[in-house]
Nanobody, 120 residues
Framework: QVQLVESGGGLVQPGGSLRLSCAAS????????MGWYRQAPGKQRELVAIITASTGEIHFDDSVKGRFTISTNNAKNTVFLQMGSLKPEDTAVYYCNYNIGTGWSRRDYWGQGTQVTVSS
């Protein structure tokens, strides 16, 4: 089993910054992709940023390009989301995601989410 615990959310003014962290524990072998998703009230969960474990390739949603960065440590047991120039529309619950395994055993793991509120 894999456990993901997010931290770093909170209330921030427009234009401000926050850094989210996701600590992974358990059977984190064979990580394929790590990433962050978010879900605003009344909306579907959407991809924010992902990073491929083997190549370091990164993909951002267009709405956050140039404002957010994603990174991980060498052990691949922590993934960060540095958010800058925050806007009210960034308000959402942010979820950490790990995709682990191969073939039929490949699956997604999710954290419990951390609230980010951008408001003056």
């Amino acid at each position: 089993q894999v456990q993901l615990v997010e931290s770093g959310g909170g209330l921030v003014q427009p234009g401000g910054s926050l850094r989210l962290s996701c600590a992974a524990s358990g059977s984190i072998f064979g990580v394929n992709v790590m990433g962050w998703y978010r879900q605003a009230p009344g909306k579907q969960r959407e991809l924010v940023a992902i990073i491929t474990a083997s190549t370091g390739e990164i993909h951002f949603d267009d709405s956050v390009k140039g404002r957010f960065t994603i990174s991980t440590n060498n052990a691949k047991n922590t993934v960060f989301l540095q958010m800058g120039s925050l806007k009210p529309e960034d308000t959402a619950v942010y979820y950490c995601n790990y995709n682990i395994g191969t073939g039929w055993s490949r699956r997604d793991y999710w954290g419990q989410g951390t609230q980010v509120t951008v408001s003056s």
